[in-house]
């Protein structure tokens, strides 16, 4: 419990010196999560240049919201991951309806959509992202790190143990014990 509290507070303490314009500061937050939010934006915008674009976009967007942040609503992970992928979101939905205005512009058919639409599928998905990142976060402390590291960080769980200076055996069934959690949670609420 305190090593989640002594977290808190340097995460509150490096995002207060991001608020305030810290080039350091900034480059510490670069430096934590560039690479996860470089894996998102891989994964969602159609090119690499694109992907990079999008990153720096979203660490403007970091520091210009950086005041908001508050550790006691969520951990620094997640609430990069939020605003990441509400960018990516966001960014994707402005592309798309440029593409659609400049096909009516120059008076091309536009093609029939074979499923349902993308905006009520894309806000389910957002939903069921923040169901998950909700659960995530219930979980017990290490359960939630070795979680959020693995899954949303990228990390071996090897690199996790090492970080956390904990055994990989350990790191290893907290792993499986959140997943289970995980399931259960997410069959109760079918279930109901």
């Given amino acids: 419990m305190a ?5 808190e507070n340097a995460d509150l303490a490096l995002m207060r010196r991001v ?4 080039e350091a500061a900034v480059a510490e937050l ?16 159609p090119t690499r240049a694109e992907a990079e674009d999008a990153v720096q976009e979203v660490f403007v967007r970091l520091w210009r919201t950086a ?14 991951m ?32 074979t499923r349902a639409p993308a905006a009520s599928a894309g806000l389910e998905h ?10 995530i976060n219930a979980l017990p402390e290490l359960q ?13 769980l090897r690199q996790i143990g090492e970080e956390l200076n904990t ?9 499986s014990r959140a997943l289970v959690r995980l399931r259960e949670r997410s069959g109760e609420e079918q279930a109901t």
Avoid: C, N
């Avoid at 090593?3 to 977290?7: P, V």
């Avoid at 309806?97 to 096909?103: D, F, L, P, Q, T």
């Fill in 82 to 113: 939020l605003i990441s992928r509400r960018h990516l979101v966001d960014k994707l939905r402005r592309t798309r309806a440029r593409v659609k205005a400049s096909s009516l512009d120059e008076g091309t058919p536009i093609p029939a959509p």
């Fill in 3 to 7: 090593a989640s509290r002594e977290q």
């Fill in 126 to 135: 957002d939903e069921r992202f923040g169901t998950l990142i909700e659960r």
């Fill in 19 to 22: 608020a305030a314009s810290e």
């Fill in 167 to 175: 055994p990989l055996g350990t790191v290893k069934s907290a792993l």
């Fill in 144 to 156: 939630r790190l070795v979680v959020t590291r693995a899954y949303l960080g990228g990390q071996t």
């Fill in 67 to 80: 005041h908001r942040f508050d550790p006691k609503r969520a951990a620094l992970v997640t609430w990069v």
């Fill in 30 to 45: 670069y430096d934590r999560f560039g690479s996860l939010v470089y894996r998102m934006a891989y994964q969602a915008m």
